[in-house]
């Protein structure tokens, strides 16, 4: 079955540092996505992706945070300057469709950020 | 965006089938309720969705109320491994806005 896949698992990162969380979505999706949980708490939308451009976005979403599509396979999450309260799970998802019914969401196995 | 209300949590007995309600009295004609689950701190897995008529997979049925006010996700014979968050949710355009959920506990 297809799968969604993230690299590293786990990364640990001193405060102020800038870290990337990988993600290679199944090749034949068209959107992307990422979400985030800390410790104990829901899943929180961060950010959709398709056609090159950011769809929509939510509040955490600021400026310290940007998503790329490099070369046609991998699809990016950078913090710029990580903060203590980015310690999180980040996950990544893809759908073949997108707007009102997207289908199933792919979800990967998580990237794992713990700042320092 | 239409919000959804699931108990927080609830038991089950292996074998047996387990009924997770949702109520969601906000949703518009043109939203999808999706079901997806949680297994510890896994990605999240999607379950099943519907608009209107009741559906079934090899995971689960969905029967969605006419008025389209609540729904019912069953899994008909819950398994240990069926112990996760469930969360109910209604699509509103790109994201799938995750609540607290139900944490369901299926017990031998």
């Known amino acids: 079955e297809p799968e969604v896949t993230q690299t590293p698992s786990h990364q640990v990162t001193q405060m102020g540092q800038e870290v990337i969380l990988r993600c290679v979505p199944i090749s034949n999706h068209l959107y992307f996505y990422w979400y985030r949980q800390i410790l104990g708490q829901k899943v929180e939308f961060l950010v959709s992706f398709y056609n090159n451009e950011i769809s929509e976005k939510s509040e955490i979403f600021d400026d310290q945070f940007s998503v790329e599509r490099p070369d046609g396979s991998n699809f990016t999450l950078k913090i710029r300057s990580t903060k203590l309260e980015d310690s999180a799970m980040y996950f990544c998802a893809s759908s073949e469709f997108g707007r009102s019914n997207t289908g199933e969401l792919f979800f990967g196995e998580g990237s794992r950020l713990t700042v320092l | 965006d239409a919000k959804t209300t699931q108990p927080p949590s609830m038991d089950c007995a292996e074998g047996r089938a387990a009924n997770l309600p949702c109520n969601h009295s906000t949703i518009s004609g043109n939203e999808y309720v999706y079901w997806y689950r949680q297994i510890h701190s896994q990605g999240p897995q999607y379950i099943i969705h519907?608009?209107?008529n009741n559906e079934t997979n090899e995971m689960a049925s969905l029967i969605i109320t006419e008025d389209r006010k609540s729904s019912t996700l069953i899994l008909p014979h819950a398994t240990l491994r069926d112990t996760a968050v469930y969360y109910c949710?209604?699509?509103?355009?790109?994201?799938?806005?995750f609540g607290a959920g139900t944490t369901v506990t299926v017990r031998a």
């Open positions: 949710i209604v699509l509103n355009d790109y994201k799938l806005s």
């Open positions: 519907g608009l209107k």
